[in-house]
Each structure stands twice: as C-alpha cells, then as structure tokens.
C-alpha cells in the first residue's frame, strides 16, 4: 500500500510538473497570438480559448496540489475518515468540471478549423483521449469518495458497538 | 434510540462503581461509559453476558424497550 501511495505522489507530481508546462505553453500561445502572429483574421475567440485554457489549468494544478499534500500526509491506519473523503470527493469533481470545460473548449476550437489548429500546434485526437481518461479518472475518484464515507460511516458503527 | 440501558440503576443497586464493572467484564471505562449513555449502536451477545454474570442479573434488567 505504502509503494502505491509514493508512485500515486510521484504520478501526482509530474501531472502537476505537466500542469504547469501546460500553463507556460498556453501562456506563450497567448503571447505569440497577441504579438508575434497576425494570421487569423479575428482573435478575439482564439484569446478567449487561451485565457479559458490557462485559467482552468491554473485551478487544476492548484487543486492537484492540494491533492499532493493529501496524498503525502495520507494516514493510512486511518484511511477511513471524513477528512481523506472530502479530498477524494473535492478532486473528483475538480477533475470532472475540468474535463467537461476541456471538452467544451475542443469542440470549439474543433469548429474554428485547421487555420486555427495549425496556430497554436493542435492534436485533437490526443487532447480528446486525455479528456476520456481524466473523465474515467474522476468518476472512479467520485466512487473511491463514496466507498471512503460508507467505510468511515460503518467504522463509527462498529467502534460503538461494545 | 427506543432501546434504554438501566446499567446505572442496576449498578447503584449492588453499590458497584463503573471502574470496577468495566475491570470485572474486561472493557475499558470509556466504552462503559458509551453503554451507559445509550451512544452505543450494538451490544455483543459476550459483553452482555460478562455484564450479567458480574451482576448477577438478567439481560432485560439492564435492557428496556422504551416507545418514542
């Protein structure tokens, strides 16, 4: 259990470390779009999906972050507590609401067409894969909550019971 | 809960004291004490018959079925 939590920490960390490459990326997207590039004729959307972009990215990383800690401080004779559910359950639904906003954001810069797509170097099938998997990812946080919440409720069950 | 627990009544009546109970049936004064106070979701058939061999009394002597 101990060497799945460091690998879990250690995945964690190079999601966050992946995080914030993606903020930066964005970040200089944003900054080629503004500056560097004029080819697209209207910019406003294409700003807009990269301030979106970076934002969502920002929470994420701040919340995986957050998770990190967890994760770390995880006690694990007493896995069974309200404190661990909340942050299963918390992370969960960050993860849920940031692959449903990516999903809404591809579909977008699907429809804005290849012009679009060639300026900030796009891969649609390898960001809508990463999307499907975050999605399972945090379905199966949400259940991992509920199964935390029903142990932690029969554990107080079985504590009372002299 | 509807299920009352007379353990205090019946503890007065042999003059025994909590600390002692829990020493003779072999639980810890906190768990006595949540028994006591009606906190306790569930008995074990064993406790119950450590408390009424201690006690020397029957289990709807300490039990009781009170209506809400």
């Known amino acids: 259990m101990k060497n799945l939590i460091f690998f879990l920490y250690l995945l964690i960390c190079l999601w966050i470390i992946g995080g914030l490459v993606a903020i930066f990326r964005s970040s200089s997207d944003l900054y080629n779009l503004i500056l560097i590039e004029n080819v697209y004729d209207n910019l406003t959307i294409p700003i807009c999906i990269l301030i979106a972009k970076i934002s969502i990215s920002s929470i994420l990383t701040f919340y995986l972050l957050k998770f990190s800690r967890v994760i770390n401080k995880l006690n694990l004779e007493n896995f069974l507590s309200k404190k661990n559910g909340k942050s299963f359950k918390t992370i969960g639904r960050v993860f849920l609401y940031y692959s449903f906003i990516r999903l809404f954001i591809n579909i977008i810069e699907i429809s804005l067409g290849e012009n679009y797509q060639k300026l900030i170097e796009y891969n649609t099938k390898g960001v809508i894969e990463g999307v499907v998997t975050l999605l399972i990812t945090s379905l199966f946080l949400l259940i991992i909550s509920k199964i935390i919440d029903q142990g932690y409720y029969f554990k107080n069950e079985n504590d009372l019971t002299i | ?68």
Not at chain 2, 5 to 26: F, P
Not at chain 2, 44 to 49: A, D, H, M, N, P
């Open chain 2, 1 to 68: 809960m509807s299920i009352v627990v007379n353990l205090n009544t019946v503890l007065t009546d042999r003059n025994l004291k909590s600390k002692e109970l829990a020493e003779m049936i072999g639980i810890t004064e906190a768990n006595l004490s949540i028994l006591k106070s009606g906190k306790a979701k569930a008995i074990r058939f064993s406790t119950l018959e450590a408390i009424c061999k201690a006690l020397e009394c029957q289990p709807a002597d300490i039990l009781a079925y009170k209506k809400e």
